[in-house]
């Protein structure tokens, strides 16, 4: 391509996009969104997002009017989401008889709501730009501010759905990701989408194209140098392990259809069992099992069935260390009637059940329903019986012999940025963070490298190493940089024995000021906005 094809390409194809009018600009907008997608895990095709929001901005350029900027964003977002998140109706199959009238809601419906963000920010982006009369330059960096103050909002409201985080792009990308700790997801993908979004400007035909590459080219050197800085941050790593723990994670690869058949609970669970016992039991430390992996209900120092199965599965935790595993709790309110909790419990090898913990962010529609009240008898949620699971009180620090105090996490809790530690109890900050899951529910999906790369970014985040046990998989240990120390894949049936490496020192910025981070971050970024405005640097 010549010097004069390279200088018109971007004004020519701008310029068509902007004449993009009814269904061909939307449908443009939604082949945008779904491109984004496979920037995230566990395609990374991170460059396509210096296509995809370009192209997102360019179609918003020609939009007359506020509503037409809310449904290109709408648009964009809706063909992200679906391809995104199909694999949710993955889980509907395990009996599809049952709740087949939920498919359309969870392939297009939760899309679609979730879309209203994007929607809302585009609509945002379009008042402040006209009312502002900004340039190329300040519109990309604005929209990067509401793409990110919009991410947050759905990360929060209504319970909050913090999935495929522009941010997550990143971590295959060990230098880069290190910039968690600074400023966490959110973060990242506000640096993220403002970079991606610069090259907007190669559209501008008043200016030449050496005026228009030139912040595109700054916005890749921000990256350099956050990569400079991540590059340090993990050479001063010692890449320690805590002395004298030793961990089993045990993944059985049990079929969602048959984890609670009632003729294969119990072969499931020697199955489980034999798998904690192979070769090397003697060397470990601590054996742990995924979420619910004993398909029975427990009761916290009750008597009876629940007594003899602790005794049962108690055998196989190692001396002086303990078994821990997910199990469903049945419990009692302060007024006596029965509840239900999705939880962790260790136990010794005498059978004792010497601590537990009850999952205390439960996923609508999955563990309960919301505004049960309101819909008609004989609706369940997917993962539950007639009756809802109950939240557990909060993040919390456990202590058991031989190791160092964690941080329990079950399943979705995970990925929720900056909600995953528990506050200052007294008792010093927890030194890793455990994640029980059972991601059989969505078969070999893109859900499963979705939800274990979201785990890793919390390692960083937190300063602290996860270690991950997934029914199916993926089961691994993430130490405190984002580094993988062990893992085994989907749908491996096996066991891995691994070191548990040490915490950082000091718990990272981010670590101490969650968000706040976040919004110091926003403001600079806001500042540049209207500092490029009030100059005139590539201003209309």
């Not at 506000?190 to 050496?210: E, I, M, Q």
Request: hydrophobic residues 50%; contains cysteine.
């Amino acid at each position: 391509m010549t010097t004069l094809d390279a200088q018109t390409f971007g004004p020519r194809f701008a310029g068509r996009l902007g004449m993009l009018t009814g269904w061909r600009r939307y449908a443009a907008a939604m082949l945008a969104g779904a491109v984004a997608t496979l920037a995230l895990p566990p395609f990374h095709l991170i460059p396509l997002l210096w296509l995809s929001f370009p192209v997102l901005l360019w179609l918003m350029a020609g939009a007359e009017k506020p509503k037409q900027s809310f449904w290109i964003g709408w648009c964009f977002a809706f063909g992200h989401h679906v391809p995104g998140l199909y694999w949710i109706s993955v889980a509907l199959f395990v009996d599809i008889g049952r709740f087949w009238f939920m498919l359309p809601p969870a392939v297009l419906g939760l899309p679609a709501v979730l879309a209203l963000f994007a929607g809302l920010g585009c609509l945002v982006h379009h008042l402040l730009v006209r009312r502002f009369d900004l340039g190329s330059l300040s519109s990309a960096l604005l929209f990067a501010l509401c793409w990110v103050a919009m991410e947050w909002i759905r990360g929060h409201a209504f319970t909050g759905f913090p999935w495929n985080l522009i941010g997550y792009v990143w971590m295959p990308v060990l230098p880069v990701l290190q910039s968690l700790s600074l400023v966490g997801t959110y973060g990242l993908s506000l640096v993220t989408v403002a970079v991606a979004a610069l090259p907007v400007l190669l559209g501008d035909a008043k200016r030449p194209l050496g005026h228009t590459i030139r912040p595109a080219l700054a916005g890749l050197g921000v990256l350099v140098l956050l990569a400079g800085w991540g590059g340090w941050r993990l050479a001063a790593d010692g890449q320690g392990t805590v002395p004298g723990v030793m961990l089993r994670l045990v993944q059985p690869n049990i079929d969602q259809s048959l984890k609670w058949a009632a003729g294969a609970k119990l072969a499931n669970l020697r199955k489980t069992i034999a798998l904690s016992a192979a070769e090397g039991w003697e060397n470990v430390t601590h054996v742990i099992w995924p979420e619910t992996a004993i398909p029975y209900f427990m009761q916290v120092g009750g008597a009876g069935e629940s007594q003899v199965l602790a005794q049962s599965v108690g055998r196989i935790a190692p001396p002086q260390g303990a078994l821990i595993t997910g199990v469903p709790r049945l419990g009692q309110d302060g007024e006596g009637r029965e509840r239900y909790y999705n939880s962790l419990m260790a136990i010794t090898a005498d059978g004792t059940i010497t601590a537990s913990f009850d999952k205390f962010h439960l996923v609508p529609f999955g563990e309960y329903l919301p505004l049960r009240d309101w819909l008609p008898d004989g609706i369940n949620a997917v993962a539950a019986s007639a009756a809802d699971f109950t939240p557990g009180p909060g993040p919390r620090g456990l202590h058991l012999a031989g190791l160092p105090a964690f941080s329990p996490l079950i399943c979705y809790e995970v990925i929720f940025p900056a909600a995953v530690m528990p506050g200052d109890d007294g008792m010093g900050r927890p030194r890793w963070m455990l994640n029980l899951t059972n991601d059989a529910w969505y078969g070999r999906s893109t859900g499963p490298y979705q939800h274990f790369a979201i785990t890793a970014a919390r390692a960083v985040e937190e300063g602290v190493p996860i270690v991950r046990a997934a029914n199916t998989g993926i089961s691994g240990v993430v130490d405190a940089y984002g580094r993988v120390t062990a893992r085994l894949g989907l749908g491996v049936e096996g066991h891995i024995d691994a070191a548990l490496p040490e915490a950082t020192a000091k718990p990272p910025l981010y670590a101490r000021f969650g968000d706040w981070m976040l919004l110091g971050l926003m403001a600079l970024v806001g500042g540049l906005v209207i500092l490029f405005r009030r100059h005139g640097y590539l201003q209309k």
